[in-house]
């Protein structure tokens, strides 16, 4: 029954069936064709996928960065960075990177992140002269950050499909995430010069308190939510919510580019996607128990292993499988999917459950950048009023990038878990 249910899947994946569809239906064929199964199991475990409190900060992270759009946090952000990069050779593809780098901080979201910039930096690039394609390239790639550097969306999903705890991954993820910022500022430095991207004054002291000023609620947020979960002050779900109510007043009373009107609106949008999201999960959990159910993840496992007799060999096939399944699947459905089948290999090899989850977090946000899901690269390409082929072959150098950064915290997993290891202990 199992390869039943891989095939219709599959089927229903090349027929354009949506994701979340395609796993549901070929649960439910599998579900049926057993008959000694009651299939009320159905909506029980498609409800036990989504009924857990730490998942509550995914809706409560997606309506914070909303707020922050929709209230000029983000528009500040770019002023201060602007600023602070306007005298160097191509100083706005460095204001992009270290925008995103900053509101990864705030929203978790790597579409999020492409939205809300590259609406205001990709015309600004293009009108003062950068190529489209690069521009849409290191706007694409920097919004990978997002759901690397914490708080993390996909890595909420993970702590939660494994129990580790949330606040570790988000430690561990700080230092891979400063790492592929550091490779892309490289790549701007050197498209800039080769390419002569604008370059413009300094800006002097005066005009930099007055934008410092102006974008101080701004820095004050993504600072409340480090020290927070730094010191412990917040659960991530507390720290969700505590980045609602602080984007909503800064942006409703503060800087007043919010309106009350605005926000029957943006709750509207929040909840569709929050409902998409939700109901991916939950029809992935169901696959994923149905999966377990037939002893899957035990006869993968036992065959990585088998293949794989050390955590090398093994770390370096689960990479080819993450890049393999970030080309098709968003992170959330291929998260629930693949960690229940790999976790006990990772256990019964030794590896470090945070590690892995950071480095497979790691490589699926690369998939952000691949065709032919690419979501960021295709908004992106969108806004540049370019072909995904053109914006991808722009891209390569910075996936090149990143994959090295890949290989090095695969590898080196000290790096990875310095930080996690020095606040909490081992």
Known sequence: MIWIMGLAFLVLCLVGMPIALSLGISSAITLIGNGNINLMIMPQRILAGVDSFPMLALPFFLLAAAFMSGGGIVQRIINIFNATFGHIRGSLAYTN?????????????????????????????????????????VTAASSVLGPIVPPSIPLIIYGVTTGVSVIRLFLASIIPGLLLAITQFGLCYYYSHKRNYPVHGRVDVKDTLRILKDGLWAIIMPLILVLGILFGVFTV???????????????????????????????????VDTAVVMFIIGCTTLFSWVLTMYRVPQTVSAAITTFAPNKYIFLALSNVLFVIAGMFLDSTPATLMLVPILLPAVKSLGIDVVHFGVVMVFNLMLGLLTPPVGICLMLGAQMGKISLNRAFKAAMPFLLAGFAVLILITYLPGIVMLIPNLIMGH
């Open 237 to 271: 779900t507390e720290l969700a919510c505590v980045s609602v109510v602080y984007a909503l007043i800064v942006g409703l009373f503060v800087y007043k580019s919010l309106k009350w009107d605005d926000i029957p609106r943006i709750l509207k949008e929040v909840a």
């Open 97 to 137: 990177v270290a925008a995103s780098l900053f509101f990864a901080g705030m929203s978790g979201s790597g579409i999020a992140d492409t939205s809300s910039i590259g609406a205001v930096l990709i015309p600004a690039m293009i009108d003062e002269g950068y190529d489209a394609d690069f521009t849409v390239a």
